[in-house]
């Protein structure tokens, strides 16, 4: 008879265990889906700016290409680069 009480009180503390990691675990799973979902918001942006610059540099290689290398064509590059304002998304 006291090994069956024994047996209980295990089974009890296990129960709660197994309930407590499955709690934590779910809340570390749900942190995790939303610093995913963060990261592919940045590959976007990321992405969406590396576009931005190949038409840049596109650009400027054919400014060299008609009127040859002028330092006015790298300075304008770079001060387009600087001077773009950084676009918010409504969400």
Known sequence: MDTLIHADIFFFITTIAVVLIALVSTV??????????????????V???TKLVREDLRA???N??????????????????SSKK???KKQ
Not at 28 to 45: D, G, Q
Not at 64 to 81: A, T, V, W
């Open 47 to 49: 992405k969406e700016e």
């Open 64 to 81: 060299m290409r008609e009127d040859g290398f002028r330092l006015k064509h790298l300075i304008s590059f770079f001060s387009n680069l």
């Open 28 to 45: 570390a799973l749900v942190y995790f889906i939303r610093i995913l979902k963060n990261v592919l918001r940045v590959s976007e942006m």
């Open 86 to 88: 950084p676009r918010s």
């Open 60 to 62: 400027t290689r054919q």
